[in-house]
C-alpha cells in the first residue's frame, strides 16, 4: 500500500496514510512546540513531532519536520519516504516552491521508486495551482502545461495521469483566454493583423477549449474590417458549420449580412484546413 495520497484527494489521502506512521510511533512523545531545530533526534521523535503539526494543519512545520529526517538520517529508509511527505505538507501549505523543490528532489534520488508518479503529480499540481488570471504573465501556465504533459507521458495508466488530463484542458483553456484577451484588446484598438494573428493562435493551438467559437466570430470582424472578405465569409461558413445555433454565429452572420455579404467557404483558406485536421 503506497504512504501517499491518492489522486482525487491528495491531502486527505496523505493524511491517512501517515496516520500509519504515527501509529507505529505512538507512545515517542515530542516536545510539540519544537520546529525544524537542529538537534539530533531519533526518527521515531521527528515523525511523531510532524505527526502532531499534520494534526494541528500547521502544514509548513510538518514539512520541516521532514526535511529533518532526511537531513539527520539520510541513509534510513525513512528518509526516501519522508521527501514525498514533505512535498505533500508542502503542497497542502501552499508552499508550491518547497513542494516543487522537494519533489523534484524525491525524483532526482529514486527514480525507479513505485511512488515515483505521485512525485510527479505533486510537481504538476503544484505549479497548476500557480496559475493565475489570463491578464497576467503565463509563465506559470506553460510550466504547469509541461509537468502535466509528461506526467501523461510517463505513466499514462495511472490515476494521477487521468487527472492531470483534466487539467491540461482546462490549462489549455486558460491560455486561449489569455489570447483572446489580447486579441480583442488589438481589436478595440484597430491593430487587426495583430489581433488575428492571436485568435489564430487560438484556432491552431487551442481549437478544442470553449474560446474557438468567439475566436471565429472576432476573425469575421478583423478580416472584414481589413476588407479580405473572403477570409472573413469562410470565418463565419466555418462557424456556423461547426457550432449551429451559437450566439457567436448569429453576431458573425448578421455582421456579413449588414454589408450584403453571403456566407460562403473558401476551401482553401488556412481556416478551413485547420478545421478539416481537427474534426
Excluded at 60 to 86: C, K, N, T
Excluded at 139 to 152: G, P, R
Aim: charged share 25%; aromatic share 12%; glycine share 6%.
Amino acid at each position: 500500500m503506497s504512504l501517499y495520497a491518492p489522486v482525487f484527494s491528495p491531502r486527505l489521502g496523505a493524511i491517512a496514510a501517515l496516520g500509519g506512521l504515527a501509529f507505529l510511533f505512538a507512545g515517542c512523545a515530542d516536545d510539540e512546540q519544537r520546529q525544524a531545530i537542529y538537534i539530533e533526534r531519533p526518527i521515531d521523535q521527528i515523525y511523531n513531532a510532524a505527526w502532531v503539526q499534520i494534526e494541528r494543519e500547521n502544514w509548513l512545520q510538518a514539512g520541516r519536520q521532514f526535511d529533518e529526517v532526511e537531513r539527520q538520517h539520510p541513509y534510513s529508509v525513512w528518509a526516501r519516504r519522508a521527501i514525498l511527505m514533505s512535498a505533500y505538507c508542502y503542497y497542502s501549505g501552499n508552499r508550491y516552491p518547497e513542494a516543487i523543490e522537494a519533489a523534484e528532489r524525491f525524483i532526482q534520488l529514486h527514480p525507479g521508486n513505485k511512488d515515483v508518479p505521485y512525485a510527479y503529480y505533486l510537481k504538476a499540481i503544484s505549479l497548476y495551482e500557480q496559475i493565475g488570471d489570463v491578464n497576467r504573465d503565463q509563465a506559470k501556465t506553460d510550466e504547469a502545461l509541461t509537468a502535466l504533459q509528461d506526467l501523461i507521458q510517463r505513466f499514462p495508466d495511472t490515476e494521477y495521469a487521468r487527472d492531470a488530463r483534466l487539467k491540461v484542458d482546462l490549462t489549455h483553456d486558460h491560455l486561449a483566454g489569455k489570447e483572446m484577451t489580447i486579441g480583442r484588446f488589438y481589436l478595440r484598438q484597430g491593430e487587426y493583423l495583430a489581433a488575428i494573428n492571436r485568435f489564430h493562435t487560438v484556432i491552431d493551438k487551442y481549437q478544442t477549449t470553449s474560446h474557438t467559437p468567439e475566436a471565429l466570430e472576432r476573425l469575421t470582424e478583423a478580416y472584414l474590417a481589413l476588407g479580405v472578405v473572403k477570409e472573413a465569409q469562410t470565418a463565419a461558413a466555418v462557424l456556423g458549420y461547426n457550432y449551429p445555433g451559437n450566439q457567436w454565429y448569429q453576431d458573425a452572420y448578421s455582421l456579413l449580412t449588414s454589408e450584403n455579404i453571403a456566407v460562403s467557404e473558401d476551401k482553401e483558406s488556412w481556416i478551413s484546413k485547420a478545421f478539416r485536421i481537427v474534426f
